[in-house]
């Protein structure tokens, strides 16, 4: 079982060469219905151990899927053998393969089938001096796995979120600098594109299939830990990314969640809603 208090060095672009108590998550705080455990897990550290590395990194980007009462849940027509971590007891992990290769991690929450899937991680790096480039490294691996995967089925992961991005422009809806494409394509990964999107997360701290069902409250390979950053009053609310099948209602939903203070790590900006948060923390402050 994790202990309540545990005391690492991190490194990177949050807290460099500081040492931070973070205490890790307990069950009873995954005991939220998906819309507020999503916002609830920002700001919230992922902390994931493999191979005797430790990687760090800050949740800053979420979305909430309740279950059967959203077309866009893969819980909306009930439980299967793949979605049986989103009826498991809140605070489980969720991990599923798209396109056969490319991971996406959820937590399960209060609510039957009921999940958040973790959207786009700031890396705080962790134990261990080269902790950011195992990130990057781990990346690359993926990268080339992407190249080989992508000539049998024709279009890989990235160039399809790309397109979803690109799709939204004009309409305040964009990507912070890079594209997807133009972020991967350099020989060093810039630490912003790190983990900037489900897939690309997973790959950076090594989150497979080996992690769906686990209990992350009792975990002692990957959990969630609060490091006392208190963000809540910085959140963007807006619509989800890539559930374009699941109709008009579900695809209206704001259930997309990111902290502005992190925007430049998030998957996709939406800067309407952050001019309009912008113009109410201004008239809360005159």
């Avoid at 690359?140 to 160039?159: F, I, L, P």
Wanted: a positive charge; one cysteine or more; aromatic letters at 8%.
């Amino acid at each position: 079982m994790a202990s309540n208090l545990t005391n690492i060095t991190t490194e990177g672009t949050n807290k460099p060469d500081n040492d931070t108590i973070y205490r890790y998550l307990s069950a009873e705080f995954y005991e939220k219905y998906a819309v507020d455990l999503a916002i609830s897990l920002l700001g919230k550290i992922i902390i994931r151990i493999k191979d005797g590395v430790k990687l760090v990194g800050r949740i800053v980007e979420t979305e909430a899927y309740p279950g059967s009462d959203d077309v866009a849940s893969h819980s909306y027509k009930g439980k299967t053998d793949r979605n049986c971590a989103m009826f498991m007891e809140p605070g489980t992990a969720y991990v599923y393969v798209i396109y056969g290769m490319y991971h996406c991690f959820n937590i399960s929450s209060k609510g039957e089938g009921q999940a958040v899937l973790i959207r786009a991680v700031e890396p705080v790096g962790g134990e261990g001096a080269s902790t950011i480039d195992t990130m990057r490294d781990n990346r690359m691996n993926y990268r080339q796995r992407k190249r080989t995967h992508s000539q049998a089925v024709g279009e890989c992961v990235d160039d399809i979120e790309s397109k979803t991005k690109l799709s939204k422009r004009g309409k305040g809806i964009e990507v912070d600098g890079d594209n997807a494409n133009t972020a991967d394509s350099g020989k060093t990964i810039k630490s912003h594109a790190l983990c900037n999107g489900p897939s690309k997360l997973c790959s950076a701290f090594h989150i497979d299939k080996s992690i769906d069902r686990l209990f992350l409250p009792t975990s002692s390979t990957l959990c969630v830990a609060d490091d006392g950053c208190d963000v809540l009053n910085d959140v963007i609310k807006t619509t989800r990314i890539g559930i374009n099948s699941s109709g008009e209602t579900s695809r209206q939903k704001p259930w997309r969640f990111y902290l502005n203070c992190f925007r430049k790590y998030v998957s996709v900006r939406d800067r309407i809603a952050e001019e309009i948060h912008r113009n109410k923390s201004e008239t809360k402050n005159n």
